[in-house]
């Protein structure tokens, strides 16, 4: 499959079963910070083997360690509004590329976010929910401090699940259940659940989310 020429570098990783389908079922895959398009990569094994998988590389170098960033973020916590709105409207251009450019099914597009890249994920779904039928959400939360329109009662057509550890020592699980209660005001269909694991996304969870796409692939 060639590589459609973006705004992001990503990865492609084609169905590992693509059956007779012309379309497929597509996952968006969003690294944290200080990863790559390569760190959930990984992920794959454990999908639903019929997926078209597109991992995304943040635009900006991660000065501090290494790999790469979404944005900056000040000691309050606020994200650096000009690095966020570049972000946030480069994957906006990219899912229009790739909804052009590769054979992606637009009924069944998918994020799975980790981290910095659950927030991109959240403000991409939140703003623009036709475009997605689901949302992985791990380990981050929604970021509500970005000048953002969210539309919070448009959300019936797209299905969240938003899972975060007990013990995350990056982003505190208050965050998680912070995220929840604004979830539990929307009309979206949405799971909320927590797992003992730190910043990580632990096997229970990954084993979870996996049944939860594969069953949102099959209605």
Do not use: C
């Not at 539990?184 to 996304?201: C, D, F, L, T």
């Amino acid at each position: 499959m060639n590589e459609v020429v973006s705004v992001l570098f990503h990865r492609v990783l084609p169905p590992r079963n693509a059956g007779n389908e012309s379309l497929h079922p597509t996952v968006i895959l969003l690294h944290g910070r200080g990863a790559d398009e390569d760190d959930l990569a990984g992920l794959s094994s454990f999908l639903d083997p019929g997926l078209l998988l597109l991992s995304v590389r943040a635009p900006y170098p991660f000065a501090s360690g290494g790999g790469y960033t979404w944005y900056d973020m000040g000691i309050d916590g606020i994200a650096d509004p000009v690095m966020f709105r570049e972000s946030y409207d480069r994957l906006n251009t990219f899912v229009t590329d790739a909804l052009h450019g590769y054979p992606v099914d637009p009924r069944r597009l998918f994020l799975l976010g980790f981290s910095m890249g659950t927030m991109m994920a959240f403000s991409l779904a939140l703003t623009a929910p036709r475009h997605f039928r689901g949302v992985i959400a791990n380990s981050g939360y929604v970021p509500e401090k970005t000048g953002l329109d969210l539309k919070w009662n448009e959300l019936s057509g797209t299905s969240f699940f938003i899972a975060h550890g007990t013990h995350d020592p990056v982003i505190p699980v208050a965050l998680g259940r912070r995220t929840r209660d604004l979830f539990q005001k929307s009309n979206a269909s949405w799971v909320y659940r927590e797992y003992p694991m730190g910043h990580e996304i632990s096997s229970e969870n990954l084993v979870d989310s996996a049944n939860w796409m594969r069953e949102l692939i099959g209605q």
